[in-house]
């Protein structure tokens, strides 16, 4: 008898989208991040976000998909403009791929 093994990939696949920051020297700012899925938010998903590359916290997403990160830390991090210096990523379930972002 021969077996026959047929895979399915049921993921859906996400966009995560970085809401811009600002933040005065040495405080704090509040992050923010969408979380969608053919044009519609994710909810209850845990996104990470990071602040020059270093981790600084996560949020759950709400029902629209928006995750948020109240009071991170600014400290240690020079007066500046840094393009790209707030990151965020979905590490991805059984039912959605993984997403990653950065402020644009």
Do not use: H
Request: charged fraction near 10%.
């Amino acid at each position: 008898m021969n077996e026959v093994t047929i895979c399915f990939d049921d993921t859906v696949n996400t966009t995560l989208a970085v809401n811009p920051v600002t933040g005065p020297f040495a405080g704090t700012a509040n992050l923010a991040a969408t979380l969608t899925a053919n044009g519609t938010g994710v909810s209850g998903k845990t996104v990470n976000f990071t602040l020059n590359g270093n981790s600084v916290g996560s949020g759950t997403t709400d029902d629209s998909g928006l995750a948020t990160l109240a009071n991170a830390s600014l400290t240690g991090i020079d007066a500046g403009s840094y393009p790209s210096g707030v990151g965020a990523t979905f590490a991805g379930d059984s039912g959605f791929t993984a997403a990653a972002a950065r402020q644009r």
